[in-house]
């Protein structure tokens, strides 16, 4: 499917597209996303003649900073792959972790249950923040009313709220994240605008929201600047300086700690896993397979010819899908008949509400060329 106006066009050394409006090929027909991830992304993964001196380092400097503390590290433990076996890392390397997991009411069982035994088998520490449901199925349904592809962008800001929120409770000056270039390499920027815009936020919530906020955790870019530069707390990707196979990694998982297979990716969340496979395919011919097998033809794990092949199926179940729309539905407190006529709005994209794209590029720009640590809001 594709609801740009612009010829199609499919890159010839991965399987990036126009779905992606933004996309641009050189002369080969190769696209930007490769492009970048080879010429640059790929230099940030794993290497064994530098990584593993920089784990090394990081680890001391992180004990170091933990000195005295209860914890050296908080981590987002979702219960899927990526978290759990970043929790296993930290773990494996004498870091003392607090697990912190954001409860939005939409676990899976089998994510719930990895939560609990990655906590339990690995000896962690761990917490969970509850949502107020009748906030946020409000701030949820005021996105999917928008029509943009942010329908996630109450959890996205959630999320590295809580963690920076806990880091500076206990005095925590890292906080691991699961995300890797490994499997996370390549996501084009339109696919998914900026979480911590909260014009962006704002006026979304102020057209669709019915309520007033009143204990969300929100996330712009102020905070991110005070927690970062005046709390001094950072990101550890941990998953990019060890080697990291998510098949292995799955299968270790299972073997070790109990950990069970929720059914496809990021559907340890059952809400996350309709958006991504049915409501962004459906309404804007985005299909986020194509994104991860880009970046596993880059990392040579899988052939162009293959992924074009497990392209060329639905992202998702026909049949499961009904159940899904029913139950997400049923769990927003609408009707099915009212929840289908939101699905069927005409697409909309952050372009179509006030936003502050201009002002934050040039904050976030300004903070790269300044500083050479880790990059803000990014990898």
């Known amino acids: 499917m594709h609801l740009m106006n612009t010829p199609y066009q499919i890159c ?16 080969n027909g190769e696209c930007n996303h490769c492009t970048e991830f ?9 290497n064994p003649e530098k990584s593993e001196h920089e784990f090394q380092q990081r680890i001391s400097t992180i004990k170091k900073d933990g000195a005295g503390k209860e914890y050296d590290v908080v981590l987002g433990l979702s219960g899927g792959i990526d978290s759990s076996y970043a929790a296993y890392i930290c773990k494996q390397n004498g870091l003392r972790v607090l697990a912190v997991h954001l409860d939005n009411g939409w676990n899976s069982e089998e994510a719930v249950q990895n939560i609990k035994n990655i906590a339990r088998k690995l000896g962690i520490d761990y917490e969970s923040f509850v949502l107020d449901w009748n906030e946020f199925k409000d701030l949820q349904l ?9 329908a996630e962008t ?3 800001i959630a999320i590295p709220a809580v963690l920076h929120k806990t880091a500076a409770k206990y005095g925590i000056k890292h906080i691991v994240s699961g995300g890797n270039f490994a499997t996370e390499g390549i996501l084009p920027k339109h696919w998914h605008y900026n979480a911590k815009d909260m014009r962006y936020f704002n006026s979304i919530y102020k057209q669709f929201g019915t309520r007033s906020l009143k204990t969300f955790p929100t996330f712009g870019f102020k905070k991110e600047m005070y927690y970062k530069l005046v709390k001094k707390i ?6 990019n300086t060890v080697p990291y196979n998510k098949e292995d990694a799955m299968a270790f998982l299972e073997k070790e700690l109990g950990w069970k297979y929720y059914g496809g990716k990021h559907y340890e969340s ?11 395919y459906e309404k804007f011919g985005i299909d986020y397979r194509r994104a991860t097998l880009a970046t596993q033809i880059c990392n040579k794990e899988i052939s162009r010819e293959l992924a074009l092949e497990l392209l060329q199926s639905k992202p998702y179940s026909d049949e499961k899908v009904e159940q899904e729309k029913a139950y ?11 929840f289908d006529r939101i699905l069927l709005q005409p697409a909309k994209w952050y372009t179509d509400y006030p936003n502050d794209e201009k002002r934050l590029k040039f904050i976030y720009d300004t903070y790269r060329k300044l500083s050479k640590k880790e990059k803000l809001g990014s990898f």
Do not use: W
């Open 154 to 156: 109450p959890t996205d």
């Open 38 to 46: 080879i010429d640059v992304r790929s230099k940030y993964q794993y």
């Open 142 to 150: 005021a996105f999917l009313k928008a029509g943009v592809p942010e």
């Open 12 to 27: 010839v050394r991965c399987v990036m597209d126009t779905t992606d409006p933004h996309i641009s090929f050189n002369d």
């Open 328 to 338: 997400i539905a049923k769990k927003l407190g609408i009707s099915r008949e009212e």
């Open 234 to 239: 950072n990101f550890f990707y941990v998953l």
């Open 270 to 280: 059952k809400y996350t896993g309709f958006i991504q496979s049915y409501y962004l």
